[in-house]
């Protein structure tokens, strides 16, 4: 069975700092990548998946990550955080032999500071 | 111009009343997915219909069932609610389940009170 860690449970960081939200997963078989935000009281929105290919994967709202194989990572990163950046962020994970079902992580919740 | 639409966005219900939740889409997408997610917690997926297939979850409580009358409608009903079914509950959708990597795409979801 597959997992997802999200390492760290909260994340404070200024207005226009970079910001990495980490996500690593254990799977035995490939698998496929998401991230999403949700925002309070909002479902959840994605943000950006790694399928194949190119290992930087560019997403929405300046977001990008990189899927890693080798340290079985996925970190999420952005140059520069504006205050709307602020809500919670869900690493997901979806193995290839189990088409649109996915495990989440628990989330981290970034929280952008002026 | 919304595309998955659940309602209402707040619920609350009596321990042990049956309750009812809606989720619809204006997407024809063939899959729909029910999710509960509690306080600080991922989304944790209940069951899901592939058209008019049911998939549950091995390990989602028979309290809760799932009826798809249509591909535009998808209900979770929760027929005796207990205190540690107070969650968020999210519908999804995707455009077929034989295609690994989909995208889902997310509701606003129904906060569900139980007093």
């Known amino acids: 069975a597959q997992s997802v860690t999200q390492l760290d449970s909260q994340v404070p960081v200024f207005e226009e700092a970079p910001v990495e939200l980490r996500c690593n997963y254990s799977?035995?078989?490939?698998?496929?990548l998401f991230w999403y935000v949700q925002y309070p009281n909002q479902g959840l929105q994605l943000l950006l998946k790694?399928?194949?290919?190119?290992?930087l994967v560019k997403g929405i709202n300046g977001f990008e990550a990189e899927f890693n194989k080798s340290q079985t990572s996925f970190h999420l990163r952005k140059p520069s955080v504006h205050i709307s950046d602020t809500a919670e962020y869900f690493c997901a994970v979806s193995l290839n032999t189990n088409a649109g079902k996915s495990t989440f992580g628990d989330g981290t919740t970034l929280t952008v500071k002026p | 111009d919304a595309m998955v639409i659940q309602n209402p966005r707040y619920q609350v219900t009596q321990f042990g009343k049956p309750v009812t939740l809606s989720c619809s889409q204006t997407?024809?997408?063939?899959?729909m997915y029910w999710y509960q997610q509690k306080s600080s917690q991922a989304p944790k997926l209940l069951f899901h219909?592939?058209?008019?297939?049911?998939?549950n979850e091995a390990d989602t409580p028979d309290n809760f069932q799932s009826r798809r009358p249509n591909t535009s409608f998808c209900f979770l009903d929760i027929r005796s609610p207990g205190l540690g079914d107070a969650a968020m509950y999210l519908c999804?959708?995707?455009?077929?389940?034989?295609?690994?990597?989909?995208?889902?795409?997310f509701g606003p979801g129904t906060r569900l009170l139980v007093l």
């Open positions: 997407l024809n997408h063939n899959v």
């Open positions: 790694y399928l194949s290919g190119s290992t």
């Open positions: 219909y592939y058209d008019k297939d049911f998939n």
């Open positions: 999804a959708t995707s455009r077929q389940s034989g295609l690994v990597g989909e995208t889902q795409y």
């Open positions: 799977s035995s078989v490939s698998v496929y």
